[in-house]
């Protein structure tokens, strides 16, 4: 198989539109591979979330969260399983207007955590 060079097609360009087109189409190719990039990493992101809840959260840990996220409701309702429960958490989590709840939820997570992972201060926390 034979690569094209975009250098040499540009260099080969019979007038100034023709390099225009070319120049034109080399910015469009690299950005689309820019945005499917940033899909990617993305996509990667959400199910490193989904997996990290599914493997080190128990489903009353998961209630729990979507408890503080106001969100139990919808959950208990419709009796959603383990799986449906994380991807409801993920996606609240994923909608920008809900990002400085989402980072204060875990803030108070990891302090309850650490708090609870103490000698003396595990005796104060109710789990």
């Known amino acids: 198989m034979q690569y094209l060079n ?17 120049t034109e ?3 469009n190719f690299n950005h689309l591979k820019n945005g499917t990039e940033y899909i990617n990493t993305h ?7 989904e997996l990290n809840y599914k493997l080190n959260f128990t489903v009353k840990q998961l209630l729990t969260i979507c408890e503080y996220y106001n969100i139990d ?4 309702q419709r009796k959603l399983t383990k799986y449906h429960i994380i991807s409801a958490i993920v996606a609240y989590e994923e909608d920008e207007n809900n990002k400085v709840i989402t980072a204060r939820r875990q803030f108070l997570w990891f302090c309850m ?3 609870r992972n103490d000698k003396c201060m595990k005796k104060y926390i109710i789990w």
């Open 73 to 76: 409701h919808t959950v208990k």
């Open 113 to 115: 955590n650490e708090v």
């Open 43 to 49: 996509e990667n992101e959400i199910l490193t979330q």
């Open 25 to 27: 189409l080399s910015y």
């Open 6 to 22: 975009i250098e040499d097609i540009y260099n080969t360009a019979s007038d100034d539109s023709s390099r225009e087109s070319i």
